[in-house]
């Protein structure tokens, strides 16, 4: 009697991004479209029973315990970065044991932001305490360069310039063994730090997954806050498998165009605290300077009102930030005038030029136009849509609008204007600023407190044409 015996496992490779499988090795998943994602994985044996391969139960490391019990323990321990804007960010500071990815477009400033971090952490961590700066892009003298540029002499920050894993953690059981607390790590960056236990080229899925997985439960099992710089890829999502975002604990990313100064530190994910949250900072000579106020960065600050500007407030995270549109209509000999968009949507733009036409009487399809966001900022609120068409009407009516007006509110392909979210927040901050006269859509009174209604003064249109007329039309309005 023959004896048929099992079939050795078959290997396949799987999509470290979605799960998709194939017998072969392929460069780009067929599922997710993501290059260099798929890694070797071995099945169970054919015809193995169901559930085979499953580990044997073991006792738990730590039983499991009433949520009752863990929240009567209290709120979380804190640790301050030392930077009021960052705190702001990730939640009032670091907790022990979490893993933060600070992620952005090179040059934006995040080893410089984060070298900043350590340096204020070292400088009030205490007696006996140190912070740990390890980067694998640069040497110690590089980052002494910048060191100085930017201030930061704490005399308990440490410096180091390794490229593997083991010995990244290797100083970490050094100063473990020694008299010093190590009260956070910064390893710069993810992707260029490697395992010699892990096959794969550094910056790949595996040597990615490998080094962040070990960082993380380094900082699991020590309580200790582990920050990490993450590169991003060409479309600025953070280069790597998706899962890396998943396994750490917070995301930031340092947003910002280089030809400005202005830098936006915005949580994408926070696991400890608000995951909305926007800090601004300006980028100086001597690093990232905090920007506490930051509307004083895109408002105008001329005393006559001029043609083709139109404020308005919009919501960065849960920060209101007083924002300038800019527009202006000129005439050209071109068979086809140029349209150009700088910090807003360019199509919703186009749309926005097309309503503004339909409900006025200019005639701006045979004329240049150009539309722009003061400061260097980026609006991507639907709640600048009516400043966008006031700007435009302002612009090709060669008219002003007056120096105490701010228009919020959402402007529909019929030229009606809907409520905004957050609009307490957006009145006060214009207020604040010395904006009196608001143009808000129907209902707004209903949505602000006693106090910004006293001091505003509140326009309701219902319609594109009713703001037009209200502040254009009538010479006595500027």
């Known amino acids: 009697m023959s004896t048929r015996t099992a079939r050795a496992p078959r290997a396949e490779h799987r999509c470290a991004e979605c799960g998709w499988s194939t017998p072969r090795w392929v460069g ?39 949520a009752s019990e863990v929240v009567a323990q209290g709120r979380l321990e804190r640790l ?22 600070l992620a952005g477009e090179p040059g934006a400033g995040k080893s410089t932001l984060l070298l900043a971090v350590a340096d204020a952490v070292a400088a009030a961590a205490g007696p006996g305490a140190v912070v740990l700066y390890v980067s694998a892009e640069e040497s110690v003298e590089q980052i002494a360069v910048r060191a100085r540029r930017t201030g930061a002499r704490s005399e308990t920050l440490l410096l180091a310039d390794d490229t593997d894993l083991g010995a990244v953690l290797g100083h970490v059981e050094q100063l473990a063994a020694s008299s010093e607390r190590l009260a956070l790590l910064v ?15 550094p910056g790949g899925v595996a ?21 990490l710089v993450g590169q991003v890829t060409k479309e600025t999502t953070v280069a790597g498998p998706r899962s890396l975002e998943h396994l750490v604990d917070t995301t930031l990313t340092l947003e910002g165009d280089r030809h400005t100064a202005l830098r936006l530190l915005r949580a994408v994910k926070n696991r400890y605290g608000p995951a909305d949250e926007v800090a601004c900072f300006e980028q100086t000579d001597t690093g990232l300077r905090e920007v506490p106020d930051p509307s004083s960065l895109f408002r105008g600050t001329r005393e006559v009102a001029v043609p083709g500007t139109c404020t308005t407030v919009t919501l960065e995270g849960r920060r ?5 549109v800019q527009a202006l209509v000129s005439g ?14 360019t199509a919703r733009t186009a749309m926005l030029t097309a309503v503004t036409e339909k409900n006025t009487t200019l005639t701006l399809h045979a004329k ?37 007006v701010a228009a919020l509110g959402e402007v529909a392909l019929a030229g009606d204007v809907r409520p ?11 207020v604040r600023l010395g904006h009196t006269r608001l143009l808000v859509p129907p209902g707004a009174a209903d949505l602000l407190d006693t106090r910004t209604r006293a001091a505003a003064r509140l326009e309701v249109v219902a319609s594109l044409g009713d703001a037009v007329r209200l502040l254009l039309s009538d010479p006595s309005t500027t």
């Open 28 to 66: 780009r998943c067929g599922q997710c479209q993501a290059w260099g994602s798929l890694t070797e994985a071995t099945p169970l044996l054919a015809g193995a029973p169901r559930g085979a391969g499953a580990p044997a139960p073991a006792a738990p490391a730590r039983a499991a315990r009433r």
């Open 80 to 101: 301050p970065t030392g930077l009021a804007e960052v705190d702001r960010v990730v939640g009032g500071g670091l907790v022990p044991g979490q893993v933060l990815l």
């Open 187 to 201: 390893v710069d960056s993810v992707q260029t730090v490697s395992s010699s236990e892990v096959e794969g080229r």
């Open 207 to 227: 040597q990615v997954m490998a080094v962040a997985s070990a960082l993380t439960r380094l900082a699991k099992e020590r309580g200790l806050p582990v920050c």
């Open 320 to 324: 209101a930030l007083l924002a300038e």
């Open 332 to 345: 050209t000999q071109a068979p086809i005038p140029r349209r150009a968009v700088s910090g807003l949507d």
């Open 368 to 404: 240049e136009l150009y539309v722009a966001a003061a400061g260097g900022m980026r609006l991507a609120d639907p709640a600048t849509d009516l400043a966008v068409c006031l700007a435009v009407a302002s612009a090709g009516m060669e008219r002003p609008l007056p120096l105490d």
């Open 420 to 430: 905004v979210p957050g609009l307490q927040a957006r009145a006060a901050e214009a």
